[in-house]
């Protein structure tokens, strides 16, 4: 079975600028979960999505972050502009349904310079 | 608030021997609980899960303990080897039963020592 796969995997920056990421989760999952995960910390939910609708974007800081999944399975993240502190790896996840299992993907890497 | 804790920031071990990894966390209605495992560079990965109405569960070289009347997840590891060492998170469901919110914890590190 394929797992979550991301892209880019590296990506460096300088504020200000925009970036975007992209996730296409295992065949079949309805969630996908996008999370931030700073340098010794655990991941931080971003957004939750179920199919194509959001289910939790609480902690989406929706000044300059937005991430859409449109047909309901790939989904991208786009922060424009980045600040410093976007510094992190962007983790996307998804799980057969809200309940099941939650699979990672191998997450970018953010350097804003 | 809602928060899931380790005890221990790194934890190391002899080859061979078990492992212990503990973590604490604060709210009572939480009902499924995740141990992830993250090699450098990496996702994480899988590697059990319980849920609250479970105080045990074991899988190929771990087990799962949960004590809900002290809020206490532990993973342990038998016969602990080199490919073991990682960052481990555990992590809880603190969501509704049905929207799979995950809070990780802050991860304890395991050295594996040869």
């Known amino acids: 079975e394929a797992g979550v796969a991301q892209s880019p995997r590296y990506k460096i920056i300088e504020k200000r600028q925009s970036v975007a990421f992209w996730c296409n989760p295992i065949?079949?999952?309805?969630?996908l979960y996008w999370y931030q995960q700073i340098l010794g910390q655990g991941p931080k939910l971003l957004i939750q999505?179920?199919?194509?609708?959001?289910?939790?974007d609480s902690q989406l800081p929706k000044d300059r972050f937005s991430a859409e999944r449109l047909k309901g399975v790939d989904s991208t993240l786009k922060i424009q502009p980045a600040k410093l502190e976007d510094s992190a790896v962007y983790l996307c996840?998804?799980?057969?349904?809200?309940?099941?299992?939650?699979?990672f993907g191998p997450g970018t890497r953010l350097t804003v310079l | 608030g809602e928060s899931v804790g380790l005890h221990l920031p790194t934890l190391s071990v002899q080859e061979g021997d078990n492992s212990i990894i503990n973590c604490a966390y604060s709210?009572?209605?939480?009902?499924?609980f995740i141990w992830y495992k993250q090699e450098s560079g990496k996702g994480p990965q899988f590697i059990i899960d319980?849920?609250?109405?479970?105080d045990k569960r074991q899988g190929q070289r771990v087990t799962v303990l949960l004590n809900k009347t002290v809020k206490h997840l532990s993973l342990q590891i038998a016969a602990t080897q080199p490919g073991d060492s990682a960052v481990y998170f555990c992590?809880?469901?603190?969501?509704?039963?049905?929207?799979?919110?995950?809070?990780f914890g802050q991860g304890t590190t395991l050295q594996v020592k040869p």
């Open positions: 996840a998804s799980s057969l349904d809200q309940v099941g299992k939650v699979y």
């Open positions: 065949s079949g999952h309805a969630t």
């Open positions: 999505f179920q199919n194509n609708g959001v289910v939790d």
């Open positions: 709210n009572s209605a939480s009902d499924y």
């Open positions: 319980i849920r609250s109405n479970m």
């Open positions: 992590a809880e469901n603190t969501g509704s039963s049905n929207t799979g919110k995950l809070i």
